[in-house]
């Protein structure tokens, strides 16, 4: 998509990450988060300084006309048993779902974990989410297993599917 920027987080984007994730909340129903669950400015300015200081997270934004519209993070551990995985999120505002934001987004998180170290990355996606398990697949993510009924929707319950990708070398 023309204009789109992929770039790293920072700090001043606090505020509009915050707006940013609850209209993405109230947007879709595949998130976990529900909008007034969103972390306020002072959490959100935390989570980003936390991001930005430990070498083993990623946090990348998607900017389109100086406005966030997508938003990837990827959580390894420190843990040494576990050091080399890490678990991935990503979000799109809807009126951009369909552009190729996911897509790119999805390809410079996946180029920086490599080159951070990462062997490993797995995600949990409701059974539902159509799309999502296809931006996954379309990225070599695999089905690793299911939490049955792991999520409870407008008195519905739903499956949590277990997806992995294992980096090549
Ligand atoms: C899932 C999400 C991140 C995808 O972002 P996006 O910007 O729409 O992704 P892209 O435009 O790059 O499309 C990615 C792939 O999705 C698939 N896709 C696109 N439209 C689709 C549709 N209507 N139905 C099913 N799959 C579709 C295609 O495989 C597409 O790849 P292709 O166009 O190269 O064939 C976005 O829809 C979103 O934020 N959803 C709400 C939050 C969410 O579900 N996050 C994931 C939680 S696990």
Redesign the pocket.
């Given at each position: 998509m023309e204009g789109l920027l992929i770039r790293h987080v920072r700090l001043s984007d606090a505020a509009q990450l915050v707006s940013f994730k609850k209209s993405?909340s109230a947007e879709?129903k595949?998130?976990l988060t529900c909008p007034d669950e969103v972390e306020d400015l002072i959490d959100q300015r935390r989570m980003i300084t936390l991001y930005l200081s430990d070498s083993r997270r990623i946090f990348l934004v998607a900017e389109y006309d100086g406005q966030i519209v997508?938003i990837i993070t990827l959580s390894g551990s420190s843990r040494r048993r576990i050091m080399h995985k890490g678990e991935l999120?990503?979000?799109?505002r809807k009126q951009?779902?369909?552009?190729?934001?996911?897509?790119?987004l999805m390809e410079e998180a996946l180029q920086i974990a490599k080159e951070k170290g990462f062997k490993k990355i797995q995600?949990?996606?409701?059974s539902n989410?159509?799309?999502?398990i296809?931006?996954y697949k379309?990225f070599g993510f695999e089905v690793e297993g299911v939490k049955k009924k792991a999520v409870l929707i407008d008195n519905e319950y739903i499956d949590l599917v277990m997806m992995g990708k294992w980096l090549e070398d």
């Open positions: 993405v879709s595949f998130l997508g999120g990503i979000s799109v951009f779902w369909g552009k190729g934001i996911g897509s790119a995600l949990e996606v409701m989410n159509h799309r999502a296809s931006l379309k």
